[in-house]
T-cell receptor, first 113, second 116 residues
Protein backbone atom coordinates (compact mmCIF):
# COMPACT_ATOMS: atom_id res chain seq x y z
CA UNK A 1 0.00 0.00 0.00
CA UNK A 2 0.85 3.67 -0.12
CA UNK A 3 3.26 5.16 2.42
CA UNK A 4 3.57 8.92 2.90
CA UNK A 5 6.42 10.50 4.84
CA UNK A 6 6.31 14.13 5.94
CA UNK A 7 9.03 16.47 7.23
CA UNK A 8 9.62 18.35 9.40
CA UNK A 9 7.38 17.34 12.26
CA UNK A 10 7.61 20.83 13.75
CA UNK A 11 8.50 24.14 12.15
CA UNK A 12 8.84 27.60 13.67
CA UNK A 13 9.16 30.69 11.49
CA UNK A 14 9.05 34.41 12.05
CA UNK A 15 6.00 36.21 10.79
CA UNK A 16 6.56 37.25 7.19
CA UNK A 17 9.04 34.47 6.44
CA UNK A 18 8.32 31.49 4.23
CA UNK A 19 7.58 27.95 5.38
CA UNK A 20 8.17 24.76 3.41
CA UNK A 21 6.85 21.31 4.23
CA UNK A 22 7.99 18.28 2.26
CA UNK A 23 6.40 14.90 1.64
CA UNK A 24 7.37 11.75 -0.20
CA UNK A 25 5.13 8.92 -1.35
CA UNK A 26 5.82 5.37 -2.37
CA UNK A 27 3.06 4.30 -4.78
CA UNK A 28 3.69 5.54 -8.33
CA UNK A 29 -0.04 5.03 -9.04
CA UNK A 30 -0.99 7.87 -6.70
CA UNK A 31 -2.20 10.79 -8.75
CA UNK A 32 -3.88 13.22 -6.36
CA UNK A 33 -2.17 15.03 -3.51
CA UNK A 34 -4.29 17.17 -1.16
CA UNK A 35 -2.99 19.26 1.71
CA UNK A 36 -5.01 19.77 4.86
CA UNK A 37 -4.76 22.33 7.65
CA UNK A 38 -5.93 21.33 11.10
CA UNK A 39 -6.48 23.99 13.73
CA UNK A 40 -6.73 23.12 17.39
CA UNK A 41 -9.96 21.31 18.21
CA UNK A 42 -11.11 21.13 14.61
CA UNK A 43 -11.06 18.57 11.84
CA UNK A 44 -8.65 18.89 8.92
CA UNK A 45 -9.68 21.29 6.19
CA UNK A 46 -8.51 21.08 2.58
CA UNK A 47 -6.39 24.10 1.68
CA UNK A 48 -4.92 23.16 -1.69
CA UNK A 49 -4.45 20.10 -3.87
CA UNK A 50 -2.49 19.07 -6.92
CA UNK A 51 -2.98 16.37 -9.53
CA UNK A 52 -0.25 14.35 -11.17
CA UNK A 53 -0.59 16.07 -14.54
CA UNK A 54 0.47 19.38 -12.98
CA UNK A 55 3.87 20.33 -11.60
CA UNK A 56 2.89 23.38 -9.58
CA UNK A 57 -0.22 25.11 -8.33
CA UNK A 58 -0.62 28.44 -6.52
CA UNK A 59 -3.39 29.99 -4.49
CA UNK A 60 -2.47 33.37 -3.08
CA UNK A 61 0.24 32.77 -0.46
CA UNK A 62 0.13 29.00 -0.79
CA UNK A 63 1.77 26.89 -3.48
CA UNK A 64 2.34 23.19 -4.00
CA UNK A 65 4.93 21.53 -6.20
CA UNK A 66 5.02 17.93 -7.39
CA UNK A 67 7.92 15.90 -8.70
CA UNK A 68 6.47 12.64 -10.00
CA UNK A 69 9.83 11.16 -10.90
CA UNK A 70 11.20 11.61 -7.40
CA UNK A 71 7.79 10.95 -5.83
CA UNK A 72 7.84 14.01 -3.65
CA UNK A 73 5.67 17.06 -3.22
CA UNK A 74 5.94 20.20 -1.14
CA UNK A 75 3.80 22.92 0.38
CA UNK A 76 5.12 26.47 0.33
CA UNK A 77 3.59 29.24 2.41
CA UNK A 78 4.91 32.73 1.79
CA UNK A 79 4.54 35.86 3.96
CA UNK A 80 3.44 33.74 6.89
CA UNK A 81 0.95 35.15 9.36
CA UNK A 82 0.08 34.06 12.91
CA UNK A 83 -3.19 32.58 11.68
CA UNK A 84 -1.17 30.15 9.56
CA UNK A 85 -0.16 28.42 12.80
CA UNK A 86 -1.70 24.93 12.70
CA UNK A 87 -0.89 21.31 11.90
CA UNK A 88 -0.54 20.61 8.19
CA UNK A 89 -1.03 17.18 6.65
CA UNK A 90 -0.03 16.04 3.21
CA UNK A 91 -1.81 13.10 1.63
CA UNK A 92 -1.75 10.91 -1.44
CA UNK A 93 -4.48 8.97 -3.16
CA UNK A 94 -5.35 7.20 -6.37
CA UNK A 95 -8.40 8.01 -8.41
CA UNK A 96 -8.71 4.58 -10.00
CA UNK A 97 -10.86 3.31 -7.22
CA UNK A 98 -12.55 4.92 -4.30
CA UNK A 99 -10.72 7.73 -2.66
CA UNK A 100 -8.73 5.98 0.07
CA UNK A 101 -6.36 8.63 1.25
CA UNK A 102 -3.02 8.01 2.94
CA UNK A 103 -1.92 10.87 5.19
CA UNK A 104 1.47 12.01 6.34
CA UNK A 105 2.17 12.33 10.05
CA UNK A 106 1.69 16.09 10.09
CA UNK A 107 3.79 19.23 10.57
CA UNK A 108 3.08 21.59 13.43
CA UNK A 109 3.75 25.08 12.11
CA UNK A 110 4.23 27.94 14.54
CA UNK A 111 4.40 31.47 13.19
CA UNK A 112 6.04 33.78 15.69
CA UNK A 113 4.71 37.34 15.63
CA UNK B 1 -25.16 24.43 4.61
CA UNK B 2 -24.17 22.37 7.62
CA UNK B 3 -20.88 20.57 7.61
CA UNK B 4 -20.02 17.17 9.02
CA UNK B 5 -21.01 16.90 12.65
CA UNK B 6 -19.86 14.39 15.25
CA UNK B 7 -21.03 13.57 18.71
CA UNK B 8 -20.04 13.53 21.43
CA UNK B 9 -17.15 15.96 21.13
CA UNK B 10 -15.49 14.36 24.13
CA UNK B 11 -15.97 10.96 25.69
CA UNK B 12 -14.29 9.63 28.80
CA UNK B 13 -14.89 5.99 29.59
CA UNK B 14 -13.52 3.25 31.76
CA UNK B 15 -11.51 0.37 30.39
CA UNK B 16 -13.77 -2.47 29.35
CA UNK B 17 -16.82 -0.33 28.61
CA UNK B 18 -18.42 -0.03 25.18
CA UNK B 19 -18.67 3.33 23.40
CA UNK B 20 -20.61 4.61 20.40
CA UNK B 21 -19.45 7.53 18.31
CA UNK B 22 -21.80 9.22 15.88
CA UNK B 23 -21.22 10.97 12.58
CA UNK B 24 -23.69 13.04 10.58
CA UNK B 25 -22.27 13.60 7.09
CA UNK B 26 -23.08 16.45 4.77
CA UNK B 27 -26.50 15.93 3.27
CA UNK B 28 -26.31 14.14 -0.05
CA UNK B 29 -22.79 12.82 0.41
CA UNK B 30 -22.76 9.12 -0.38
CA UNK B 31 -19.23 8.37 0.81
CA UNK B 32 -18.28 8.36 4.49
CA UNK B 33 -14.95 7.63 6.13
CA UNK B 34 -13.78 7.04 9.67
CA UNK B 35 -10.22 7.86 10.73
CA UNK B 36 -8.34 7.68 14.01
CA UNK B 37 -5.81 10.29 15.02
CA UNK B 38 -3.50 9.45 17.88
CA UNK B 39 -1.39 12.13 19.58
CA UNK B 40 1.45 13.19 17.30
CA UNK B 41 0.37 10.82 14.58
CA UNK B 42 -1.27 11.20 11.21
CA UNK B 43 -4.72 10.07 10.30
CA UNK B 44 -5.19 6.33 10.34
CA UNK B 45 -7.90 5.06 8.00
CA UNK B 46 -10.48 2.81 9.67
CA UNK B 47 -13.43 2.18 7.35
CA UNK B 48 -15.14 3.50 4.23
CA UNK B 49 -18.86 3.48 3.45
CA UNK B 50 -20.46 3.91 0.06
CA UNK B 51 -24.12 4.34 0.84
CA UNK B 52 -24.93 1.80 3.54
CA UNK B 53 -22.33 -0.75 2.55
CA UNK B 54 -18.70 -0.84 3.65
CA UNK B 55 -16.50 -2.00 0.78
CA UNK B 56 -13.35 -1.39 2.78
CA UNK B 57 -13.09 -2.28 6.45
CA UNK B 58 -9.39 -3.01 6.25
CA UNK B 59 -8.39 -0.31 8.70
CA UNK B 60 -10.41 -1.55 11.67
CA UNK B 61 -7.71 -2.52 14.19
CA UNK B 62 -9.55 -5.42 15.82
CA UNK B 63 -12.90 -7.17 16.01
CA UNK B 64 -13.77 -4.89 18.93
CA UNK B 65 -14.33 -2.14 16.36
CA UNK B 66 -17.41 -2.07 14.18
CA UNK B 67 -19.35 0.53 12.25
CA UNK B 68 -22.66 0.83 10.53
CA UNK B 69 -24.45 3.33 8.41
CA UNK B 70 -28.19 3.54 8.04
CA UNK B 71 -30.29 5.31 5.46
CA UNK B 72 -27.16 6.32 3.60
CA UNK B 73 -26.63 9.05 6.17
CA UNK B 74 -25.73 8.75 9.85
CA UNK B 75 -22.91 6.40 10.83
CA UNK B 76 -22.03 4.95 14.20
CA UNK B 77 -18.61 3.64 15.16
CA UNK B 78 -18.75 1.22 18.07
CA UNK B 79 -15.80 0.16 20.17
CA UNK B 80 -16.45 -2.76 22.50
CA UNK B 81 -14.47 -3.53 25.63
CA UNK B 82 -12.41 -0.36 25.26
CA UNK B 83 -8.69 -0.45 25.99
CA UNK B 84 -6.39 2.42 26.91
CA UNK B 85 -4.72 2.22 23.51
CA UNK B 86 -8.07 3.13 21.95
CA UNK B 87 -7.67 6.66 23.32
CA UNK B 88 -7.48 8.99 20.32
CA UNK B 89 -9.46 11.48 18.30
CA UNK B 90 -11.89 9.75 15.97
CA UNK B 91 -12.59 11.75 12.83
CA UNK B 92 -15.35 11.30 10.33
CA UNK B 93 -15.29 12.64 6.78
CA UNK B 94 -17.74 12.60 3.91
CA UNK B 95 -17.45 13.22 0.21
CA UNK B 96 -19.91 13.59 -2.60
CA UNK B 97 -19.35 10.25 -4.25
CA UNK B 98 -16.09 8.57 -3.24
CA UNK B 99 -15.95 6.71 -6.52
CA UNK B 100 -14.10 7.58 -9.69
CA UNK B 101 -12.95 11.13 -9.52
CA UNK B 102 -11.41 13.01 -6.70
CA UNK B 103 -14.05 14.43 -4.44
CA UNK B 104 -12.87 16.54 -1.56
CA UNK B 105 -13.29 14.90 1.82
CA UNK B 106 -14.89 17.18 4.39
CA UNK B 107 -14.01 16.41 7.97
CA UNK B 108 -16.00 16.75 11.14
CA UNK B 109 -14.49 18.19 14.35
CA UNK B 110 -13.82 14.74 15.78
CA UNK B 111 -14.62 12.91 19.00
CA UNK B 112 -11.86 12.82 21.57
CA UNK B 113 -12.01 9.45 23.33
CA UNK B 114 -10.18 8.91 26.58
CA UNK B 115 -10.11 5.45 28.10
CA UNK B 116 -9.10 5.44 31.74
Amino acid sequence: GENVEQHPSTLSVQEGDSAVIKCTYSDSASNYFPWYKQELGKGPQLIIDIRSNVGEKKDQRIAVTLNKTAKHFSLHITETQPEDSAVYFCAATYSGGYQKVTFGTGTKLQVIP
Amino acid sequence: GAGVSQSPSNKVTEKGKDVELRCDPISGHTALYWYRQSLGQGLEFLIYFQGNSAPDKSGLPSDRFSAERTGGSVSTLTIQRTQQEDSAVYLCASSRSGGQGLDTQYFGPGTRLTVL
